[in-house]
């Protein structure tokens, strides 16, 4: 089946019909065209053409599946079209789309919509076990940003928190610029073009050199800003600070890419995505860092096909998106 050049239009008519998304869904899952119990990993299953589901052939739980099964999609009432249609939007849109644009779109409700996102976001989330950088010398930007903290689109009860806490600190101490805002930290390999990052608990020596440590090879060549967090890299690394004080960039020691991505990151968090709470930031920054990493070489159709090629094998239930349990599903 040939998507290319297909528009979000042209997609909405193909995948309104059911048999066009399971085929989608096999092309993806399975690129060789068998389909394997998810199960079992049996893989002479029948084809149950009035279900759109497959059987195997072993007795277990689970016998009957359909494309849905063993996927983000799994436990969803929502059918897989309004899914292909969320995820063909989320992975091509310039800026991210909001959960009310999701909902108009394919018709959902605005609070199924924001579930569906937080899920799709999941399947976006790259690999992240290649360590960064290389033993030749290979160049890492590492730097940290603060995100949030603009109290009015905060819900009431985080206000309420932060207002307290501001009100705690003494005044002669200047700490009240970051209060409220999460910590992050990113890490940009200059060779791969990749970049990689995720919320902290603070921004302490040993919490970033921790990152460092566990996401960069030795003897690879970083350069961060001057922040004493990262004094002491020089033992594993060949480390270079950039002085932010100093309008002149020393050649190839600056920190511009990763700085790129971060205010990428703030516009879209600021405009498409009001108030994001810390807790479900690693979902944003997983959105983002994808398409930091695949906006070059890569056309919309690759984009949607490689989030797809990942909804399998990745599950997030229902608790795990809200923090609570026993609230209808969607
Ligand atoms: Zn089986």
Known sequence: MDIKGMTLQQAIVHFSDPDNCVAYMVEQRWPDGVVVCPTCGRKDVSWLANQR??????????????????????????????????????????????????????????????????????????DASDLLGGPEGGAVEVDESYIGGKTKNMHYSRKMRIQKELSQIPAWKNTTRYAGKTPVMGMFDRDSRQVR?????????????????????????????????????????????????????????????LENFWSLMKRNLSGTYVAVEPFHLD?????????????????????????????????????????KVGETKF
């Open 53 to 126: 589901k497959w059987q195997c052939k072993s007795k277990h739980t689970k016998r009957q599946f359909s494309a849905k099964t063993g996927t983000i999609f799994e436990d969803s009432p929502l059918s897989l079209d309004k899914w292909i249609l969320a995820t063909w939007m989320l992975s091509n849109c310039k800026n991210g789309v909001s959960s009310y644009e999701i909902a108009r779109s394919i018709g959902v409700t605005q609070k199924s919509a924001w579930f569906m996102l937080q899920r799709i976001r999941l399947a976006m989330k790259e």
């Open 197 to 257: 990052a995720k919320a902290v608990p603070n921004t302490k020596r040993e919490t970033l050199q921790a990152e460092i440590l566990n996401g960069i090879i030795f003897g690879s060549r970083i350069y961060t800003d001057q922040a004493v967090a990262y004094d002491t890299l020089k033992a594993n690394y060949v480390h270079e600070t950039v002085n932010h004080a100093d309008e002149y960039v020393r050649g190839q020691v600056h920190t511009n890419c």
């Open 283 to 323: 979902r944003y920054l997983d959105e983002q860092m994808f398409r930091f990493n695949n906006r070059q070489n890569k056309t919309d159709e690759q984009r949607f096909k490689k989030v797809l090629s990942q909804v399998a094998g990745k599950r997030l239930t229902y608790a795990e998106v809200t923090g």
